[in-house]
């Protein structure tokens, strides 16, 4: 449970960790029976349907103050998000 | 005077000069209040904005808007430009989109007039729309009951005629188990027919918005404004989009309808399963030939959904990080911020992104996502097979009536299999309906699903419209005084 926590960064309190275990325990086992099936003859190719592709060519996007006004902190005169130091301490 | 309730009349009656936009727009807005208390239907109404289009419209007047002066209501998870969006999340509870999804755009393109934004269990995932963050939606049939979800508020702003249309989304069954669940039509388009373009992002290879209506011409016009292309979305399809309405006659002669029987044989609630049968009878009546057919992959729709889906999920909701956007828990290291930020996913929200990074981790991702992406493609199969000798196969939409608050909220895998019936239609990628087809015992309402070829939604709508001519359903009591909508 904390190694995947720990992959998803996601913080669960003790009655979660408690609770998802039983939980997950019975929703993988119930997922097992696809283990059973004979997939000899399928062809995953043909479902979800091909992506189209587009030229890579710049397109106007979001206007950036915009985008920034729904950011939890940002410094908009510069330009960019903030976030907690990364580097140093 | 009494005006008029589906989305055809208001149109004709306003492009006519009989109402105006703004008379329409209030009604609505009135019955939202009147009706919505103990519903909770609504995350969001958005009066002065509702308002302020309808009088521009009234002012503009563009005689051939398709959906002119329609009261419509949104699903919280269909990103609107300047209108709050939350996806039913406390990560996004002051979230205001700086742009609008693409069928947004075409709505206002139609003319429809946007009244608010529906709840919705929290980033779509649930089937009673009690994993809201944001408190459970009722169904107007019993309030004691669950409307269905995860689309849960657009099925009852429709079914309490507060809107005679609303758009929700699907990725298991969101949108056709509440329309069953609350008696109005629920539609899953064919995968690619409607641009995902801003809708927030759950499992992006099964996601599709589809429209809930009380009849099917009212479904049919709300559906040819939002179908076709969008290069925004990689996945949307170019096929042309036929008129939908062009055959709403009743008759289905020359149709041939598969019935899996073997998959009813188990789970289907005995009063579920009588109307179903009912529901049959009247496709059979307006002329449809009822043909056995198998899909041996069917039962496995459940498990290879959780695997795809979730996976999917654990991918798209890693981007709620507390950068971006939504709401930020703790500043004091980056780390910190991630876990703290995300720890205030709702439970459900954690389940599916635990099981999602389980089964795309190291050792895992073969024997889980490898092995379930092959039986979605043999579940595929099978409907290619079934639709060489049928146009469409029916089953219940959902085996049971609408349960009880409560009663499956800490059970997840009980409340997985509400989905039993539905979640195969978007793993195959495939066109589905929900249709009323009559009320239980208990007076719940209870649907009968098709699901058709790829871009067949003409052929389902037909079909839908002839079993609504002939099982007429009532509307559901007024929670305040009991009397009939």
């Not at chain 2, 002066?69 to 209108?83: M, Q, R, S, Y």
């Not at chain 2, 990074?357 to 895992?364: D, Q």
């Not at chain 2, 000798?389 to 009663?407: I, S």
Request: net charge negative; with cysteine; hydrophobic share 45%.
């Amino acid at each position: 449970m904390e190694r995947i926590a720990a992959l998803a960064r996601l913080e669960l309190t003790a009655d979660e960790i408690e609770r998802f275990a039983g939980q997950l325990t019975a929703i993988l086992a119930y997922a097992d029976q696809v283990q059973q099936v004979d997939t000899a003859g399928a062809d995953v190719a043909a479902v979800p349907p091909a992506t189209a592709w587009r030229s890579d060519t710049p397109i106007p996007s979001l206007d950036r103050d915009l985008v920034l006004s729904q950011a939890p902190a940002a410094d908009r005169a510069a330009g960019h998000f903030k976030v907690p130091r990364v580097l140093g301490s | 005077m009494s005006l008029p309730t589906t989305a055809c009349e208001i149109r004709a009656a306003i492009a006519s000069g009989k109402v105006s936009a703004a008379e329409v727009c209030r009604d609505a807005l009135a019955r939202i209040r009147d009706t919505d208390g103990p519903l909770s239907a609504f995350l969001h109404v958005d009066e002065a904005g509702a308002l302020a289009r309808a009088e521009q419209l009234d002012r503009e007047r563009p005689a051939s808007a398709p959906l002119l002066g329609v009261p419509i209501a949104l699903k919280d998870n269909i990103c609107t430009a300047g209108i709050p969006t939350t996806a039913g999340s406390r990560v996004l509870e002051h979230y205001v989109p700086p742009y609008s999804a693409f069928v947004v755009e075409q709505l206002e393109r139609a003319g429809a007039v946007i009244v608010g934004k529906t709840n919705c269990d929290e980033f779509a995932m649930g089937s009673s729309t009690e994993h809201s963050a944001f408190g459970p939606t009722r169904n107007p049939w019993d309030l004691e009951r669950i409307p269905g979800g995860s689309s849960g508020g657009s099925a009852v702003a429709v079914a309490a005629a507060m809107v005679p249309l609303a758009l929700g989304s699907e990725t298991g069954g969101s949108i056709r188990q509440p329309a069953a669940l609350c008696g109005v039509l629920g539609l899953k388009p064919t995968y690619g027919r409607v641009s995902r373009f801003g809708l927030i992002a759950f499992g992006s290879s099964l996601d599709q918005i589809g429209p809930f209506a009380r009849t099917a011409a009212d479904m049919a016009a709300l559906l040819q404004a939002i179908a076709g292309q969008d290069a925004r979305d990689s996945t949307s399809a170019a096929d042309p989009v036929p008129d939908y309405a062009a055959r709403l006659d009743g008759d289905l002669s020359g149709l041939r309808i598969g019935v899996p029987r073997a998959l009813l044989t188990s789970g289907v609630e005995a009063d579920v399963r009588a109307r179903f049968d009912e529901g049959l009878l009247a496709l059979e009546s307006a002329g449809a030939t009822l043909v056995d057919v198998t899909l041996p992959h069917a039962p496995l729709a459940i498990p290879v959904y959780y695997l795809v889906a979730n996976a999917e999920a654990s991918s798209n909701l890693a981007r709620f990080d507390g950068v971006r956007y939504g709401t930020r828990a703790d500043d004091s290291s980056l780390s910190s911020m991630y876990y703290k930020t995300r720890g205030r996913f709702g439970a459900e929200v954690k389940r599916r992104i635990m099981i999602g990074t389980f089964v795309l981790s190291a050792g895992y991702y073969d024997a889980y996502y490898v092995k379930a992406q092959k039986v979605r493609a043999l579940i595929r199969k099978d409907y290619d097979e079934a639709f060489t000798t049928v146009d469409a196969v029916a089953v219940p939409t959902a085996p049971t009536a609408a349960f009880k608050l409560g009663e499956r909220i800490d059970d997840p895998l009980q409340m997985y299999l509400s989905d039993v019936f539905t979640a195969a239609a978007n793993l195959a990628g495939l066109p589905a309906i929900s249709v009323p087809c009559g009320l239980t015992g208990d007076r719940l309402p209870a649907g009968l699903q098709l699901t058709g070829r790829p871009f067949d939604e003409a052929l389902l709508l037909r079909a839908a419209h002839a079993v609504q001519q002939q099982i007429a359903m009532p509307g559901p009591m007024r929670p305040r005084d009991s009397g009939s909508l």
